[in-house]
């Protein structure tokens, strides 16, 4: 990797430098002769702007004094060496002009907090660095000594403590030390891991006496097999885990808990390390199949004419190992491997699998990680070291040194969209670009491609590779329809289990078989009406009625996120009588504890998993046949591999059809086809129940039918007749005001401004579904460009000026204009 370091000549030198704020455009410092030896493209140098001190990335250096003003000098240089190669900030610089953000944006969404000191930076000792300060020089001790009194410190008063202004490398150094943590990081919901480890009372490492317990043994059968199974595995692994006991001798608590009871075990709760220093090496213990082996020939090949293919597998095909010897082989280039995963919260099972076969050659980022471990990854990636990094969007941006593979998985998922804030990026879009960067290869996998994706392998942008049938015995799952519209004739009520649903079930777990049921709709209710002349509550801050959520017995809004006491009393004509319309997975669970009470019922979605390892908890728990029934939002389709489900039910499919948006088949049938997928995946004796009330929708004949190429086929013949995707390309601009009637006029003015060169390809301006949200009412305004890189270029270019113009104008300076390119 080389770094441009510029040539001294005395005369002046100036740089171009990104910092974490959303400046149109990056602003030019002068450097000082004295720092010039030390500055090179990508080291963090100290700055300041309007009386603010931020931490800023060197992008270029050159002669060039700006014309327009007089640059203020660097403070100080950060960094010996760059904290991201030039390839970085190409890639920066791509999503900033494509994305219609700034560098500032994207450097404040890349860069862990710990790099990103600022004026407003707040510090916060760490305890469990003790009061041990030998360590540390005379300015670091006396911030040291001032945070162990004070517990947190800005900078400014770092600065009067120091008593000088230069305090950056001071406080960078005290974080590296970990004497201190920036507020930051704080602010995520991190906690150390824990795990319980089972140990033996050291009385029975005596040969003799556990030789004498065991030959003694006359009750308690079960428990004697789980200290079988603890001596087992003590002696391969080393040490046991509560989990991996209880896994290997399909035992309870409640016959654990008797041992220690007994003095026969004890139990020790410990923090363990995230970053786990598993040895380097890579270990395949699998085989592919006859058809596997082809596609990964095909695979192969296809990267020697394109960078970038498709690999279209069904659900269930073992696209994974196809990924995992794609990685052996570049792991052995010398090469580094970016895996994305649409979310990593979710997909714990791939974590395991991984760390199994590459041991130390893999590592994890995400956001939910601690700033410390972060860093620790950043420089490992950097430096070249770790050679694989397993990530959702945000591990796009690290540092790779000598990237080789991007393996984008479930590359159909919305979630690689960012929202919220900017940069609203897609990672799989961007990660293509990056990929040309390094001259790396792209590979997309999925079950259900997006349109867009499937249409540039049908153009031969992208090459494409099918696996067409499942790994091992399975087969694809038998799915039927069951119609609620006569059972709603009988109840008047929405149905939530039918009856055929219901012994279908029971049979299942007669059979000592899993169920998974779907129902994309969290909390207990969606509506809550007044039986007397139908008032809905609503939220007081957007226009959405209020979910309603048994266990908190609270209603909440699903998109700003106030709770509020449940409704009594109607607020319009005063009754007391309200009935529930429409049900989430908080009703269904309670439901099927009653229909089945002997089942073992558990629930996934944003309520029961938001904690950081609560996913993993629950699905290990439903790997080891603890639960019998997972009842879950779309959390249960991502990524999960189960061995004893045999059964999916799809509870109101007709929610899943019937959005008003143009990627609503597309979505249902993903969803749907994703989530039967989970079914009969290591036998041939899968079925999916689909509660559906719209018997006759287009979809579901190719859902029915596993039939993703006559899907594709009818949906590209609508998408061409209406100009959507990926026969064009979306701008969507979304004005928001506290007052209705202001972003109502702002929206309108932009819109005619733009109307003499993008008359033809405007939509809008209009109210969306939800007009008002967090008290900001919505105006959008949608662009559908032609695929026309210079016309693209010039209507983003004219949204930037009309932003601008919007905000000189006195009564729009307020407005906030949000672009979204590329909108899902």
């Known amino acids: 990797m080389a770094y441009s370091l510029f040539t001294i000549d005395h005369s002046p030198v100036y740089a171009e430098i990104i910092i974490p704020l959303a400046l149109p455009k990056n602003y030019t410092w002068s450097i000082p002769e004295r720092l010039q030896e030390q500055v090179r493209v990508g080291v963090r140098v100290e700055v300041e702007l309007r009386k603010k001190r931020y931490a800023g990335v060197i992008k270029t250096i050159h002669n060039n004094k700006p014309a327009a003003f007089d640059p203020k000098y660097i403070l100080n240089v950060l960094d010996v060496e760059p904290i991201i190669h030039e390839e970085q900030l190409k890639l920066w610089q791509w999503i900033a002009d494509y994305y219609l953000c700034t560098e500032g944006e994207v450097m404040a969404a890349a860069l862990p907090a710990h790099f990103k000191l600022s004026s407003e930076t707040i510090l916060v000792y760490n305890d469990e660095i003790g009061e041990d300060f030998s360590t540390l020089d005379h300015d670091e001790y006396l911030v040291a000594e001032a945070l162990l009194i004070r517990k947190e410190l800005k900078l400014p008063e770092v600065q009067l403590i120091l008593d000088t202004s230069h305090v950056y490398p001071v406080v960078k150094r005290l974080i590296e030390k970990r004497v201190c943590f920036v507020w930051e990081s704080l602010k995520e919901t991190y906690s150390a891991k824990k795990e319980t480890f089972v140990l033996l009372n050291p009385q029975y490492d005596n040969e003799e006496q556990l030789s004498e317990l065991l030959n003694n043994w006359s009750r308690a059968p079960k428990q004697m097999e789980l200290l079988l199974s603890y001596l087992h595995l003590m002696k391969t692994e080393g040490e046991v885990s509560k989990t991996a006991l209880l896994k290997k001798s399909s035992a309870s608590d409640a016959q654990l808990k008797g041992l220690v009871e007994k003095n026969i075990l004890f139990l020790e709760k410990r923090a363990v390390d995230r970053l786990q220093n598993l040895p380097r090496n890579v270990s395949i213990d699998f085989e592919l199949t006859t058809a596997q082996q082809a596609a990964l020939d095909e695979i192969r090949t296809s990267f020697e004419a394109k960078h970038v293919c498709l690999l279209h597998g069904v659900t269930g095909s073992g696209k994974t190992l196809l990924y995992i010897k794609l990685i052996e082989e570049y792991i052995k280039k010398g090469k580094q491997v970016l895996y994305l995963l649409p979310e990593i919260a979710l997909t714990a099972q791939i974590i395991r699998r991984l760390q199994k076969h590459f041991g130390g050659y893999i590592g994890i980022y995400h956001s939910k990680f601690n700033q410390n471990e972060r860093i620790e990854i950043w420089n490992k990636i950097k430096s070249g070291e770790m050679k694989v990094v397993l990530g959702a969007r945000s591990s796009l941006f690290l540092p790779f040194a000598d990237l080789g593979l991007v393996v984008c998985d479930e590359e159909h998922d919305s979630s690689y969209k960012q929202q919220q804030p900017a940069p609203r990026y897609n990672s799989r879009d961007a990660a293509v670009y990056y990929a040309t960067v390094f001259g790396a290869k792209v590979l997309l996998g999925s079950g259900t491609p997006s349109i867009e994706t499937y249409y540039n392998t049908q153009t ?17 799952p038998v799915i039927e329809l069951i119609d609620t519209k ?59 009625s209020l979910t309603f959520h048994k266990f908190k017995n609270k209603l909440q809004c699903h998109y700003c996120g106030t709770v509020y006491p449940t409704a009594v009393t109607c607020e319009a004509c005063g009754s007391h009588d309200f009935m529930q319309l429409n049900f989430g997975t908080e009703k269904v669970e309670e439901q099927l504890q009653e229909l089945i009470p002997h089942a073992k019922i558990a629930r996934m979605d944003y309520d029961t998993v938001s904690g950081k390892t609560a996913h993993d908890q629950l699905i290990q728990n439903f790997e080891q046949h603890r639960i019998d029934v997972l009842v879950g939002t779309q959390m249960v389709v991502k990524g999960l591999d189960f061995e004893h489900v045999n059964l999916v039910g799809i509870l109101d499919a007709d929610s899943l059809l019937s959005f008003a948006d143009f990627r609503v088949n597309e979505r249902g049938f993903q969803l749907m086809e994703q989530v039967s997928g989970r079914a009969g995946r290591k036998d041939a ?9 719209n018997t006759n929708h287009p979809v579901l004949k ?20 209406f100009f959507y995707p990926p026969f064009s390309r979306i701008i969507q601009l979304t004005f928001k005001h506290k007052q209705k009637e202001v972003v109502e006029a702002a929206a309108q003015l932009v819109a005619e401004n733009m109307k003499p060169l993008f008359a033809n390809y405007m939509v809008g301006p209009a109210e ?12 959008e305004l949608i662009f559908k460009l032609p695929k026309d890189a210079q016309l693209m270029h010039q209507c983003k270019e004219m949204i930037l000026a009309q932003e601008v113009h919007l905000h000189n104008h006195p009564g729009f300076k307020s407005v906030v204009v949000i672009p979204d390119v590329d909108k899902i």
């Not at 007669?510 to 009406?529: A, E, M, S």
């Not at 993703?708 to 998408?719: M, N, T, V």
Request: charged residues 25%.
């Open 768 to 779: 969306p579904v939800v007009n008002r949200i967090r008290n900001q009412y919505i105006m």
């Open 685 to 693: 004796h899968g079925k999916v129940l689909i509660q559906v009330a």
């Open 486 to 544: 006569p059972l709603f004739k009988q109840t008047k009520e929405k149905v939530m289990i039918a009856p055929v649903l219901q012994k279908a079930i029971e049979e299942s777990l007669q059979q000592n078989k899993q169920v998974i049921l779907f129902q994309n709709r969290r909390g207990y209710t969606p509506h809550q009406v007044c039986k007397a002349c139908g008032w809905i509550p609503h939220c007081r801050y957007c226009d959405v």
């Open 460 to 476: 031969e942008k992208y090459s494409l590779v099918e696996l067409n049938e499942r790994y091992g015995e399975g087969e694809l």
């Open 702 to 721: 190719f859902v029915k039918a596993h039939d993703y190429k006559s899907f594709y086929a009818e949906e590209i013949q609508g998408r061409r007749q």
